[in-house]
């Protein structure tokens, strides 16, 4: 594996013992780096090596609904690796609480982890480490193209990302090693996962809605990106913009849960498509997304209005005090509650399915800065209404997305306009240009 995906952690020689892979961010036993450099790891010291799972009781804004699809995801994972003979121990809490005394227990030699650009997890990562005695390896197990490879610094856009990107692809966009059966055992019993016990120990919240159809787990994964390749792949750069058709791929549930790898559609999409349509969505897969991991890593404020460019940040000041056409609480655009029907319809989707097609995520978005009090309020709202209903959110690219929206983050400016200065601003005739509003509207306004 190119060793280039490998960062360390701490300055520990590692020591005999079992390898332990601390298993986050990608949670599938197929196609995934942090796994591959754990096994090989344990192969080459002739140790066992464990799978573990810290449950934390609430993560962001996450809901039961989230919860229930990631368990589900993990319970296949567990099945997995029962057949490779590696435990899959699910531990309950935080990792700073939970992972250093198992690791001890367990005489760990090494433990693996894989990566997140999200400041939490990052923060949590270097507390442990600064507590553990043992090597810890990162490896970036989401990223075709390891982050910290792609580029060391904040980047403008996808234009400065792209050529840095399509530079490294030959080299990272490579198949996976298999997982082997592990031939070395722990000594004694690994305690069976109390799955029913570990969603009473959750402090997510609940919330009324539905979730999105899709079911959860590696194979289902790959069954979306098989029919998503077969039927929708060669219509996808004419259609993926029009949310009255289901022409997007749906597979950002499983990359955000990390049930399947960006390189293995990756690879499948360019082995199994036309080169036209394969370039239009590895755009999409690997610049946009790869672009907000950068995003997240290197800006701290990922996620507030001290996120923005200077540009914006001054443009947005400037047109502070104008006055707004309407203005909502978080209550109002929450329940759909807003004068505007194609806002209110995407809002209904999110509610009605727990995902809002892509491109009424940036109309939805750029209306809740026109119709809040401030940026700051607007961020707040679109942030929390996106991690709380989308189940792929609480992502980088979530909050790449809700930069871009309302903070002209990746973007440039555009000519000064009230409320929005020089965002790009967005309104339903430009809607209308696109696509059939009303055929929208009837699908998910309220009672549709
Ligand atoms: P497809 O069009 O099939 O794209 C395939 C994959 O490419 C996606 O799964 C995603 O990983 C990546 N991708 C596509 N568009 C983008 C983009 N604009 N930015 C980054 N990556 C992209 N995406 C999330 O995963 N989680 C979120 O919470 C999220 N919130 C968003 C909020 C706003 C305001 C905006 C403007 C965009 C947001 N996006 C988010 C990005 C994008 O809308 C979704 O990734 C996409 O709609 C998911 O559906 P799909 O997998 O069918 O997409
Ligand atoms: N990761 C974990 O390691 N433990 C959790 O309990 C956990 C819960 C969770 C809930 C919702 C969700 O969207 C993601 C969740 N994650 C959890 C995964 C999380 O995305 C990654 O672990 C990274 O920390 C963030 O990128």
């Known amino acids: 594996m190119n060793i280039q995906r490998v960062h360390y952690c701490t ?31 344990a192969l080459e010291k002739n140790v066992p090596l464990f ?7 609430r993560f962001l804004d996450a809901t039961h609904h989230h919860y229930h699809f990631m368990l589900k995801g993990l319970r296949e994972v567990e099945l997995s690796l029962k057949t490779k003979n590696i435990p899959f121990v699910l531990l309950l809490g935080n990792a700073l609480d939970t992972l250093p005394a198992f690791l001890e227990k367990h005489g760990a030699g090494t433990l693996i982890t894989d990566f997140t650009p999200l400041r939490h997890s990052r923060a949590e990562r270097s507390l442990l ?52 059966k592990h031939p070395y055992l722990c000594a004694g019993p690994m305690p069976e996962v109390q799955w029913e016990h570990a969603v009473s120990t959750l402090r997510a919240a609940a ?46 549930p499983y990359l955000h849960f990390g049930h399947i790898a960006a390189q293995r559609i990756a690879l499948d999409v360019q082995s199994q498509a036309e080169a036209a349509p394969a370039a239009e969505y590895l755009e999409e897969l690997i610049v946009r997304r790869e672009l907000s991991d950068n995003f997240c890593l290197y ?110 983050v990746h973007d440039r400016a555009w000519f000064d306009r009230p409320v929005f200065g020089k965002i ?17 509207c009837a699908k998910f306004s309220r009672g549709a």
């Open 207 to 252: 919330r009324s809605g539905g979730t999105a159809a899709c079911e959860s787990g590696e194979a289902a994964a790959r069954a979306v990106l098989k029919d998503f390749i077969a039927n929708k792949l060669a219509g996808y750069g004419a259609h993926r913009n029009d949310p009255t058709l289901d022409a997007q791929s749906r597979l950002s």
């Open 299 to 408: 800006n701290e404020h990922y996620d507030t209005f001290d996120g923005f460019p200077a540009w914006a940040r001054q443009s947005l000041n400037e047109h502070r005090k104008d006055a707004r056409t309407h203005l909502y609480t978080l209550e109002q655009f929450e329940s759909a509650g807003t004068h505007d029907l194609l806002w209110n319809a995407a809002q209904c989707e999110l509610l009605a399915t727990g995902r809002m097609h892509g491109y009424m995520r940036m109309y939805w978005a750029k209306k809740i800065l026109e119709w809040s009090a401030s940026p700051e309020e607007a961020m707040t709202i679109a942030v929390y209404l996106n991690d709380t209903y989308e189940l792929d959110g609480r992502d980088p690219n979530g909050y790449a997305g809700i930069a871009w929206s309302i903070g002209g």
């Open 51 to 57: 799978v573990v799972f810290c449950l934390m009781p």
């Open 129 to 180: 480490c600064q507590r553990l005695r043992i090597q810890v390896i990162e490896v970036d197990a989401h990223n075709v193209v390891p982050v910290r490879i792609a580029s060391s610094k904040l980047e403008y856009g996808a234009y400065t990302i792209r050529p840095k990107l399509q530079r490294l692809l030959p080299e990272f966009l490579e198949e996976f090693p298999a997982i082997v």
């Open 424 to 440: 790009r601003y967005m309104n339903a005739n430009g809607c209308a240009r696109k696509f059939d509003v009303n055929a929208y």
């Open 11 to 41: 300055k520990h020689d590692s020591s005999m013992g079992p390898v332990v892979y601390w298993m986050s961010r990608d949670q599938r036993m197929y196609d995934n780096w942090a796994l591959c450099l754990a096994q090989s790891q």
